[in-house]
């Protein structure tokens, strides 16, 4: 059962270009969507988040779009550079503050060229 | 801080054997978390534990699995006999508060089942 369905698998990217990722969700209890970024060899790290709350989140050259009635989200990488190679992960879980999982999407691999 | 540290980095072994991977969490952190990664299947969390105590552990594939968590700054995870369909990257990971939204991850094992 996927709870969070993400697009595209991969995405290549040319420098300074915008890089969008893709996530909808199932679940509308979940009230917390968190975007991790994992380089190879590496395990996953937390890049950004956003709570159904606000429409828009900006961190640097990432940003978090949602939209709550079509439970979907967005990460959008403003001029994307070559360090931002790596795989994405959208993920959503109910922030209960007691026995909540994360669900992960698929994960998309992003490639920036030069 | 260290982060979260995993061992070993890579595990070879062959089926039937037995596989015990190992967890050190950031210290003062409260909650753990067990994950694997796929390309088929992406991440899933196998087993979250709260205060040293599992809570959930409904992500763990069979009986083979088992997972513990001793005291606060270490967890194993055991596959027991391990069979090839086993081979993933293995991923710890803790947080200060029960809830994975915040979780840090360590760098992963790469376990080979031949």
């Known amino acids: 059962q996927q709870q969070v369905k993400q697009s595209p698998q991969s995405l290549i990217v040319q420098k300074g270009g915008i890089s969008i990722i893709n996530c909808a969700y199932e679940n509308t209890a979940f009230d917390y969507f968190p975007w991790y970024q994992q380089f190879p060899g590496k395990g996953p790290a937390l890049l950004i988040a956003i709570r159904p709350d606000v429409s828009e989140k900006k961190e640097g050259r990432f940003t978090i779009s949602f939209n709550k009635s079509a439970k979907q989200f967005s990460l959008h990488i403003m001029d994307s550079q070559p360090g931002d190679s790596a795989t994405y992960f959208c993920?959503?879980?109910?922030?209960?503050?007691?026995?909540?999982?994360?669900?992960f999407g698929t994960g998309t691999r992003l490639q920036v060229t030069l | 801080d260290a982060g979260v540290i995993q061992s070993p980095r890579h595990e070879v072994t062959e089926m039937g054997q037995e596989v015990t991977l190992r967890c050190k969490p950031i210290?003062?952190?409260?909650?753990l978390f067990w994950y694997r990664q796929t390309m088929m299947r992406g991440l899933e969390l196998l087993i979250y534990f709260n205060n040293n105590v599992p809570i959930d552990d409904s992500g763990m594939p069979e009986d083979r699995f088992s997972a513990k968590m001793p005291n606060a700054s270490f967890s194993t995870l055991k596959i027991q006999p391990s069979e090839p369909r086993d081979s993933a990257v293995y991923f710890c990971a803790s947080s200060l508060r029960f809830t994975n939204t915040e979780a840090f991850f360590g760098q992963g094992t790469r376990l080979t089942v031949v």
């Open positions: 210290s003062g952190h409260n909650s």
């Open positions: 993920a959503a879980t109910r922030d209960t503050g007691t026995a909540s999982k994360l669900t």
